[in-house]
């Protein structure tokens, strides 16, 4: 009984830990070759320009809305970028529209606000980052 006990409390505890990790990494799409660089960029810019829209209209749907657009997205990229630090970006990235949508559904515009503003930080480094690689081919 004691051993079954103990099995039980350590499969409990994996399973614990599995589902944390599952949080963390986000699933893993194979990337669509077809989808250029740029293409993405406009995607993303509109999503952002959405994102500041809403924030300047109060409009807490929509400010919802473009943010999961712009995760999804960012979720599309991690499986097309094996560089382990643009996935750091892509995780800042995340964070931060997990700042906005939770502003959104709060009706918080000051904290979705921040978050707008931290995002746009880590588009700003990324960008930078993306550059230094580029200037070192």
């Known amino acids: ?12 505890a994996v399973a614990g830990l599995l589902a944390v990790r599952a949080q963390e990494t986000p699933p893993q799409k194979k990337a ?13 810019l509109r999503y952002s320009h959405q994102l500041l829209t809403s924030l300047a209209r109060e409009d807490y749907a929509q400010l919802e ?7 999804r997205i960012a979720r599309e990229e991690w499986a097309g ?22 502003g959104a559904q709060r009706k918080e515009i000051d904290e979705a606000t921040l978050a707008y503003m931290q995002m746009t930080l880590s588009c700003v480094k990324c960008h930078k980052l993306i550059r230094r690689e580029q200037q070192k081919q």
Request: charge should be negative; proline fraction near 4%.
């Open 32 to 44: 669509d070759p077809q989808r250029d660089v740029a293409a993405v960029m406009k995607e993303k």
């Open 81 to 102: 970028n094996p560089t382990e630090e643009y996935r750091t970006q892509l995780q800042v990235f995340w964070t931060t529209l997990e700042g906005i949508e939770s």
């Open 65 to 71: 809305v473009a943010a999961q657009e712009l995760a």
């Open 1 to 12: 009984m004691r051993k079954s006990v103990i099995a039980l409390a350590c499969l409990i």
